[in-house]
């Protein structure tokens, strides 16, 4: 698994954060969230085939890209790089993302990959 920071910013603060493992309606999904009273949502396991796990963590820069159609996702018009700032409780549209160019959206992982971070 990735390493996680043990360090959580939230609303300016900055607080220590332990992270657990909770279950997502998807079942090859998990949803990775703090260890407090809150359970603020930080990442997500989706499980592949042969045990070949993505991880999506806030903060993670990632390249967005349209379906066979170019749609990408309601307040995201166009393709390009952007970040992870917000994981959700939903279905499969977990990603709020706000890209380089200001646009800012919710998004299932098949608009998105993860850009490694020496290709930033």
């Given at each position: 698994m990735k390493e996680l920071s043990r360090t959580l910013i939230e609303k300016g603060d900055l607080r220590?954060?332990?992270?657990?493992?909770?279950?997502?309606?998807?079942?090859n999904h998990k949803l990775i969230v703090t260890n407090d009273d809150k359970?603020?949502?930080?990442?997500?396991?989706?499980e592949g085939p042969l045990g070949v796990n993505k991880y999506y963590l806030l903060g993670d820069?990632?390249?967005?890209?349209?379906?066979?159609?170019?749609?990408?996702?309601?307040?995201?018009?166009?393709?390009?790089?952007?970040?992870?700032?917000?994981?959700?409780?939903?279905?499969?549209?977990?990603?709020?993302?706000?890209m380089d160019d200001g646009e800012f959206g919710y998004?299932?992982?098949?608009?998105?990959?993860?850009?490694?971070?020496c290709e930033y």
């Amino acid at each position: 698994m990735k390493e996680l920071s043990r360090t959580l910013i939230e609303k300016g603060d900055l607080r220590e954060a332990g992270f657990k493992i909770e279950p997502c309606k998807i079942s090859n999904h998990k949803l990775i969230v703090t260890n407090d009273d809150k359970a603020t949502p930080v990442g997500v396991i989706e499980e592949g085939p042969l045990g070949v796990n993505k991880y999506y963590l806030l903060g993670d820069r990632v390249e967005v890209k349209g379906d066979i159609i170019g749609y990408i996702c309601p307040g995201v018009v166009s393709p390009g790089r952007g970040e992870i700032v917000e994981i959700r409780r939903d279905i499969d549209h977990y990603y709020g993302v706000r890209m380089d160019d200001g646009e800012f959206g919710y998004m299932k992982s098949a608009r998105i990959e993860v850009i490694p971070p020496c290709e930033y």
